[in-house]
């Protein structure tokens, strides 16, 4: 199991609880850092049960992100650690899913690509490529760079650790948010299998299995996991019946154990997945009366403004195509009793294709289409060291990055009367296409636009080297002292280029009328100091489609960031921690400008953070609470607003980066899970995080469509205030070894903007969702069969908003509705 770097006061883990109905979790790999241990009282050695009260402890998860052994309540940092076998159990294997179960978690998707994972209140999307994540992402120990490479089913895990606050100076990558560890089962040296498959409404079907054994007795270990996840859209297309938003799915992986000694061991993993999926649509919010205007003069009637109507009408399919392959290789070596050397070298690529439409059945842009890619390779060394007094860990680590992305949008003959007759509509009421397109069509011939391609195409390379270490001292059996620090140096290297083609240039009807008004032009040339009487038909094309433009910029910068903690134990039971950190994102180059409109590069996010909290066990350790109240101040915020590239064609693209002066965080969580009686697990959490723009002075104004808004005091986007989960699982052994069970899930956030701007249409209404699950597993769980829904009360509710075509048009996606099924689960 590969160790995932972590800074020593800032491990993982919380107690995880399971009722009877899942506490038969497979055996551990032998390289596996992570054990689950029965804890049953405050003492070493087990007690006998009282008749009248049988003791029943949570079961402690270990970890040794500290380079040793340790209950996840001795680790000083807030974090929510979630158990992969209750997470297969109860069907939960996506980021949209996992976030339901994590207090200060928002997960946002407008497709794989635009997705965006928020702890406490600050994230920020990959729409544009140049741009990293708030939150790191780590998979068997290998950051993934971007976002978008998590966005695929989860399974076979250990578990998954979300770790809120900045992280770094241990990690393999800085982040000032937080981080998900997400950690996969790995091969063991008994034979073990697991196969399952789930049918539910939708036509939902899914086959997951692993296997793992033995190849090479006490040397050499396999394990294969696999699985294919389809299911009908919750959407459809008005215009020929298709649904949409389906899902369609599947992924492999392969993983050696090698074990040619006590002292060595190599962990070799290979993973393959691919999606083809009707995928994505965004049913619109709000619709502003520019837009209004020019559906009116093209006589067009579109959808009621009701994303949960779940329908659209578009005449172009809707698509989007992603694969991604993976390799990986992890060597321990324990040099002696005091010191271990680890190296994680990995590769990885990851592709993205999407194909969308305008949102209507008119020939406006009737495709847009990407072709995104992503290669990153990575190679981490690290020593790590434990002693009486003191343990360490020192190391280096590099990360190479290449990225190319091609857009390309298809305009159509419908584009040029819709854009100028939205205008001539604004100031002659009742005009249409009917009564007044003779004159436009003299002004410009309609087919002028009618199959140009305008093609946006950015490439960046960069490079990140960073040397880290850290000492956690003992300074009394109680008291613990953790210094670490860090530098990273990042280098970048970029380009961005546009460039039209197709369609009818050339129009001497307009060349002809604007010579016959230049002189009128260069009047006014002379009084407004503008510079009309050069205008030509080409030139007006580049202000309504764009122009050819080119950019080569480079970024090369370094970054100290380090960390203090303290952690005391005032009892056995109760342990106390205060720390504080910096936390540092790379800046960059801005990929998602074109012209004039924003700055080449952006600066480096950088976030200085304050906790204190207390973690504890109660009922002789049946129950758990932990409480942290922190503190984090961001300057630089990294965000993403519209393009304010002067064109009269709406640009619905919101990837233009800009710097968000200063951010505050501040806030509390708490998390407490208990066993109450005998096979009655109790969990809940809740997260207050006010997430606030202190300095935003440039911010983008959604009436103004110009970075001329001051939002100073708002609160951040995708920040909701609270957000809170709560669960119920009971489970009864029977007399003949039986054992139902049952499991209720809920959550909630608070309501939240979903863009930087804060657009009326882009507000996104407080809600709550609930999940039930009912089953029985026979002797050994070797099956288990349930039954399950979905938001069980069919709640309405969005899971992300996306700019549509321009500033203050907004189309969102509707959660999922009400679905249910069952599962047969088999355990060999």
Not at 106 to 120: D, E, G, H, L
Request: glycine letters at 10%.
């Amino acid at each position: 199991m590969l160790l995932l770097l972590l800074a020593p006061a800032r491990a993982q883990d919380v107690a995880a609880a399971a009722p009877p109905a899942s506490v038969d979790a497979p055996t551990a790999a032998p390289a596996a850092p992570l054990k689950s241990i029965p804890v049953i009282g405050a003492d070493d050695e087990p007690k006998p049960p009282k008749p009248d009260r049988p003791v029943e402890g949570l079961h402690q998860v270990v970890v040794t992100a500290r380079r040793k052994d340790e209950s996840a309540q001795d680790v000083p940092i807030s974090l929510t650690v979630l158990d992969g076998n209750d997470l297969a159990k109860a069907g939960l294997m996506t980021p949209q899913d996992f976030q339901e179960r994590v207090p200060g978690l928002v997960f946002t998707s407008a497709n794989p690509r635009n997705s965006s994972y928020t702890i406490r209140g600050l994230g920020s999307t990959s729409a544009n490529d140049g741009i990293e994540s708030s939150v790191g992402i780590f998979l068997d120990g290998v950051y993934l760079g971007r976002q978008g490479l998590s966005v695929f089913d989860l399974i076979d895990l250990d578990r998954i650790e979300v770790l809120r606050g900045p992280q770094g100076t241990l990690f393999g990558k800085n982040t000032t948010a937080g981080a998900l560890n997400i950690v996969t089962n790995g091969p063991t040296q008994d034979f073990e299998a697991t196969a399952e498959g789930t049918y539910g409404n939708y036509d939902y079907r899914q086959f997951r299995g692993s296997v793992s054994g033995p190849l090479v007795k006490n040397e050499l270990a396999g394990r294969l996991t696999g699985y294919v996840t389809e299911r009908d859209g919750t959407f459809t297309n008005l215009y020929n019946g298709q649904d949409l938003n389906n899902r369609d799915k599947f992924g492999l992986r392969g993983q050696l154990l090698w074990t040619p000694s006590a002292a060595l061991s190599g962990r070799f993993i290979a993973e393959y997945s691919h999606q083809h999926e009707r995928c994505c649509v965004y049913p619109m919010t709000a619709i502003t009366q520019a837009t209004l205007n020019r559906d009116a003069y093209m006589e067009y009637q579109r959808e009621p403004i009701n994303p949960y109507n779940r329908a659209v009408s578009e005449d172009t399919p809707t698509e989007n195509t992603m694969n991604q392959e993976a390799l990986s290789g992890e060597f321990n070596w324990i040099i002696d009793p005091h010191n271990k050397l680890t190296s994680i070298s990995a590769f990885r690529h990851w592709t993205f294709t999407p194909i969308s439409d305008d949102y209507t059945t008119m020939q406006l842009v009737p495709q847009t289409g990407l072709d995104d890619r992503y290669r990153q390779l990575s190679q981490e060394i690290r020593l790590s060291s434990n002693y009486d007094s003191f343990d360490a860990v020192g190391g280096v680590y590099f990360l190479s990055e290449h990225i190319t992305g091609n857009e390309q949008n298809i305009l159509g003959k419908d584009l040029l009367p819709w854009t100028f007759g939205g205008l001539l509509r604004g100031a002659i009421p009742g005009a249409t296409y009917r009564n007044t397109g003779l004159l436009l069509d003299l002004l410009a011939n309609p087919d002028t636009l009618a199959g140009m391609d305008v093609h946006t195409v950015t490439y960046q390379e960069a490079r990140s080297i960073a040397g880290f270490g850290s000492v956690n001292w003992h300074l009394t059996p109680r008291w613990d002292l953790t210094t670490g620090v860090r530098y990273t140096n990042d280098s970048k290297h970029g380009t961005v280029s546009q460039y039209r083609t197709g369609g009818n240039p050339s129009d001497q009807r307009v060349d002809l009328l604007l010579d016959v008004l230049r002189p009128a032009l260069y009047a006014v040339d002379l009084v407004e100091g503008t510079n009309y009487h050069t205008l030509t038909w080409d030139s007006l094309l580049d202000s309504i489609a764009g122009g050819n433009y080119a950019r080569d910029t480079r970024y090369d910068k370094g970054n100290w960031s380090g960390q203090v903690s303290t952690t005391y134990h005032l009892t056995d039971d109760l342990m106390a921690f205060a720390s504080t950190g910096r936390g540092y994102k790379a800046g960059g180059i801005n990929l998602g400008t074109i012209g004039s409109s924003g700055s080449p590069t952006f600066k480096p996010e950088t976030a200085l953070d304050f906790e204190v909290g207390l973690k504890s066990q109660f009922w002789h350790r049946r129950g758990m609470l932990n409480f942290t109240v922190y503190e984090t101040l961001i300057n630089n915020y990294q965000a993403l607003t519209f393009d304010q590239t002067p064109t009269l064609i709406p640009n619905p693209r919101q990837i233009n980066v800009l710097n968000v002066g200063r951010v505050r965080l501040r806030g509390a969580e708490l998390e407490s899970r208990a066993i109450v009686v005998k096979g009655l697990l109790l969990r809940g959490g809740v997260a207050y995080n006010q997430a606030i723009t202190t300095s935003f002075h440039d911010a983008p104004d959604a009436v103004t469509k110009s970075n001329t808004g001051d939002l100073s005091g708002q609160r951040l986007y995708n920040a909701p205030l609270w957000t809170g989960t709560a669960g119920l699982e009971y489970g009864i052994k029977l007399d003949n070894a039986m054992r139902p069970y049952a499991g209720i899930d809920y959550s909630f956030r608070s309501g939240y903007y979903g863009t930087v701007e804060h657009g009326p249409g882009s507000y996104v209404s407080a809600y709550s969702l609930s999940n039930a699950r009912l089953g029985v597993s026979g002797r050994s769980n070797l099956w288990d069969i349930s039954i399950w829904v979905r938001n069980l009360f069919d709640k309405q509710y969005l899971t992300a908003v996306y700019p549509i075509y321009g500033v203050g048009d907004y189309g969102a996606v509707a959660g999922d509705p009400r679905t249910y099924g069952a599962t047969l689960r088999l355990n060999f």
